[in-house]
Nanobody, 116 residues
Framework: VQLVESGGGLVQPGGSLRLSCAAS????????MRWYRQAPGKERELAAT????????NYADSVKGRFTISRDNDKNTVYLQMNSLKPEDTAVYYC??????????WGQGTQVTVSS
């Protein structure tokens, strides 16, 4: 099982980034996917979720209206489009695969830094 995030980096406030998470080693289309984030000294936060088919999504209040989660089950990839970024969005972002009766699968994380 492997989840590999990419797309992080340094961006100015108000900018955009698109994170990708490429999955392999499991049946991606049967798993819900989540993006978590963790800032230094803060608790981990669930930022966004998407169901296995992509039919339903949910967002933390802190990112609602600015972030969009999506997935391509043909490419075994989940995305997080982040717009209107703020300094408080600075964190390590992790993608996680979730399915009942299965362990959660985590990626290694990608750093997002929002700073002028």
């Amino acid at each position: 099982v492997q989840l590999v995030e990419s797309g992080g980096g340094l961006v100015q406030p108000g900018g955009s980034l698109r994170l990708s998470c490429a999955a392999s080693g499991f049946t991606f289309r049967r798993f819900d996917m989540r993006w978590y984030r963790q800032a230094p000294g803060k608790e981990r936060e669930l930022a966004a979720t998407i169901t296995s088919t992509g039919a339903n999504t949910n967002y933390a209040d802190s990112v609602k209206g600015r972030f969009t989660i999506s997935r391509d089950n043909d490419k075994n990839t989940v995305y997080l489009q982040m717009n209107s970024l703020k300094p408080e969005d600075t964190a390590v972002y992790y993608c996680v695969a979730v399915r009942t009766y299965y362990p959660n699968y985590w990626g290694q994380g990608t750093q997002v830094t929002v700073s002028s």
